[in-house]
Every structure is written in structure tokens, then in C-alpha cells.
């Protein structure tokens, strides 16, 4: 599985860590050997909303290249979903099978037209938001609809992480990685639990 995760400025940088470091794991634990992933922008550099300055790997690549795409959210994601070359950029991703994202990174999927149709959640406080871009919208910490995953605000990210494991591969591999992550919160939500369209 090829990974791309979509960094921007002024995201919010757990809303992109705790996935990343939750399915990463999959490759340090030697479960999936051919897990890679790239982190993507349309820059070389990106600064997060707390200044940290990130170097990515790929500036602008085709996402149709890879398996799974992530989009954090952060407050830039209300001014992006109004950017055209980044939309069509995103939009690039549109036979990538996962799409998944996290808080208000739910916006920046919507806009590129990916949750249309769909059952969608994002942080709580960002609800409202995202309502003209799904079919409903529901308060949840992790959600499933079909290949598409969201997740709630910022710390609902590992919980997303170990949820799509769960969902892709096992409740035991979830509960493996969860052990090495030091994470007692995640809860194993069970066949099917979430996905609304199952």
C-alpha cells in the first residue's frame, strides 16, 4: 500500500501524527512489508498552525499513484476548499481507493467532490461546516462509509489510525500496534461498527 498524506500550512499537526504514526507501525512491526508513504504538498516546506516547519517529500505529485490519501484539517482548510489548483490537485486522487481525513480535513475532501453521497464526521465544533458536502453528518470520534474514512477533532486521529487497521487488516493487528503505542482510549469497534452503508 502507497500512502499520501496532504500537508499544508497552518494545519493542525496531530490531526496528522496520530494516523500517520498508527498505520506506520505496520511497516515497523514488519506486518505489511511494502507499506510506503510520502508526504505531499504543494511546497516544499509547509509551517503548521503552531510554527513547526515540516519538509515533504513530493511537491504536487499524481495522488492517482497511490492507495490511500489523508487530509488533516486546521484552519487553512476554510480558505483551501476555495483554492482551485489545490482542489484540482486533490482532485487527482479520485480513483485512489482510501480516502480519509480528519477534523475539518473533511472539508478539503468534500470540496474535491469525494464525499458526496457519503456519511461523514469532523470535530464537533465544525459540523455545520461540512454539511453541504455530504449526504449527513454525524458527531463520531472515527467513521466508516464504504473506503471512506473520517475522523472527529485532532486526537481522534490515533483512534482513526487504529480504526482503519482494524477495518483493513485486523482486530488483533489493531490491538498490536495499539499495545506499541502505548494507547489505552481506542476501543476495537468491531465488525462492520461505523460503516453505514454495511
Not at 499524481?62 to 487553512?76: H, K, M, Q, R, W
Not at 483512534?159 to 483493513?168: H, K, M, R
Request: hydrophobic share 40%; glycine share 8%; charged share 25%.
Amino acid at each position: 500500500m502507497k500512502m499520501a498524506f496532504i500537508l499544508f500550512d497552518d494545519m493542525t499537526t496531530l490531526d496528522f501524527s496520530g494516523f500517520h504514526n498508527a498505520v506506520t507501525w505496520l511497516k515497523k512491526l514488519d506486518i505489511v512489508e511494502d507499506l510506503s508513504w510520502d508526504l505531499c504538498s504543494t511546497h516544499k516546506e509547509v509551517k503548521d498552525d503552531r510554527g513547526m516547519i515540516i519538509t515533504v517529500d513530493k511537491v504536487t505529485p499524481d495522488l492517482s499513484e497511490y492507495n490511500l490519501i489523508f487530509t488533516p484539517g486546521g484552519v487553512a482548510t476554510r480558505q483551501l476548499i476555495h483554492d482551485k489548483p489545490f482542489v484540482d490537485w486533490l482532485q487527482t486522487a479520485q480513483e485512489v481507493q482510501y480516502k480519509v481525513s480528519v477534523c475539518t480535513g473533511a472539508l478539503l475532501l468534500g470540496a474535491a467532490g469525494f464525499t458526496k453521497e457519503k456519511t461523514i464526521t469532523s470535530n464537533p465544533l465544525a459540523l455545520d461546516l461540512v454539511k453541504p458536502y455530504c449526504k449527513e453528518v454525524v458527531k463520531a470520534r472515527v467513521l466508516r462509509d464504504g473506503d471512506l474514512f473520517t475522523g472527529g477533532g485532532i486526537t481522534c486521529s490515533v483512534d482513526l489510525g487504529l480504526f482503519f487497521i482494524e477495518s483493513i487488516y485486523s482486530k488483533e493487528t489493531a490491538q498490536e500496534v495499539q499495545r506499541y503505542m502505548d494507547y489505552p482510549y481506542y476501543v476495537s469497534q468491531g465488525e462492520n461498527h461505523g460503516d453505514p452503508s454495511n
